[in-house]
């Protein structure tokens, strides 16, 4: 196990949240049906109908891959595209999964800012994709990551004219929200805003990376894209049989809003930080720092300085850094990180 107690490595790295552990203990009475039959899993339903202010489907998952690739697999034909930012999860660190779990399915980059898709890039992409043609992939979906792989955030603006295009063809709207609590607390904004109501159809619902232990979930909007989630879960292995032990803790997740509480905390530190290196001289930040995540462009030797400083981070690259901020982030570990980058840039 680490040590170190200065870890921007991931938001994986984090505790998982007290009230999460307390809501496993109490859901540890009694007997229960599984697979989801159980109250904690009808709970979630209603709560987060609740929550995003329209009936839902909720499939509680162990993965935000298991999310993505099955939500996915879902909203597409095995001869389908999904359209996505080259720096999306789904495009860079899950090993083909959308394709293995969709049978054939194929990811098509578009361009677009700081890990975004751009809606004329995306429209251009798909009225030149060959529609009807039996030689190409047929346009299926569009992936956004909310908050993006290189840390911005979509207005819901921005959302919604993706999904206008995506609409428009007839292709479906999946939203990964990995850090979907982190953008929220950013935009401020109901989570029916930045979900559904801006076009969304199904979301990756991130739990584990704030603050969650086990479980993210697949949130449906659109029915016609539930038909067949639970064959595609059941079949992969991914359906727990004490499925409420997974819903408990989601339960708990949202509850009081824990989810923006701990979201807030986790932006916070990443702001802070930003706040306090942005404009340095030799230090260059990749993309706005609007959630939890900086992407800093330094010298080798400075990256190399921090790294043997203890600091605990992942180097994307020669010159950049990648730095993730958590709900337990502490103030300690935030100034000790700002310190370590001004020293370092100013020497290397
Ligand atoms: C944006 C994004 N989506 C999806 C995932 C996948 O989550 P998991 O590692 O739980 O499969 C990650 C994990 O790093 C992520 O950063």
Redesign the pocket.
Known sequence: MTQSTIDFR???CGRAAPELLEALVTANTGTELGYGADSFTAALQARLADVFETPVRVYPV???????AVALAASCTPFGAVYCSAD???NT??CN?TSFFGGGTKLTPVAGPHGKVDPAALESAIVTAGKGLAHKSQPAAVNL?Q???LGAVYSIDEIAAVAQVAHAHGLKVHM????FANALAALGCTPAEMSWRAGVDVL?L?V??NGGLLA?AIVVFNADTATSIGFHLRRAGLVWSKMRFASAQIIAYVENDLWLRLARQANAAAAAIAAQIGGLPGVTLLAPVQANELFIDMAPAALSGLADDGILYYRRGPRLARIVCRWDSSAADVAALVAGIRRHAAAA
């Not at 162990?62 to 993505?68: E, M, R």
């Not at 990964?176 to 850090?179: E, Q, V």
């Open positions: 991931s938001d994986n162990p993965t935000g891959t298991a999310a993505n999306a999860h789904i660190a899950e999964a990551v908050a993006t792989d990964d929200g990995a850090r990756s991130g584990t990376k993210d």
